[in-house]
């Protein structure tokens, strides 16, 4: 099993940035992608990106151009950069990693997006 903690997020102004980051720890050796979904309220999780163990990155159509998904292997951590934050961008955004026993999620991270 993996174990996943979330941080960054936040309250942000429209226009802003923000980095989320997502620690791994645990067997993190058989992981095969790493990537984040979000969840607005009433909505569906919708996926955001993901990285392969390869490094190949991986974008939702809808999310390209604003958001890069990112890793340092060696601090086990994913990284989501989101740019020109928009209030639609509001949601709890979630890590996940995919192994060959299943997934694992983090508790997420809220993101709220307001002037």
């Known amino acids: 099993q993996v174990q996943l903690a979330e941080s960054g997020g936040g309250l942000v102004q429209p226009g802003g940035s923000l980095r989320l980051s997502c620690a791994a720890s645990g067997s993190i050796f058989n992981v095969n992608t790493m990537g984040w979904y979000r969840q607005a309220p009433g909505k569906l999780r919708d996926m955001v990106a993901f990285i392969d163990k390869s490094g190949g990155t991986h974008y939702a159509d809808s999310m390209k151009g604003r958001f890069t998904i990112s890793r340092d292997s060696a601090k086990n951590t994913v990284y989501l950069e989101i740019n020109n934050l928009k209030p639609e961008d509001s949601a709890v955004y979630y890590c996940?990693?995919?192994?060959?026993?299943?997934?694992?999620w983090g508790q997420g991270t809220q993101v709220t997006v307001s002037s």
């Open positions: 996940y990693a995919n192994s060959p026993h299943g997934v694992d």
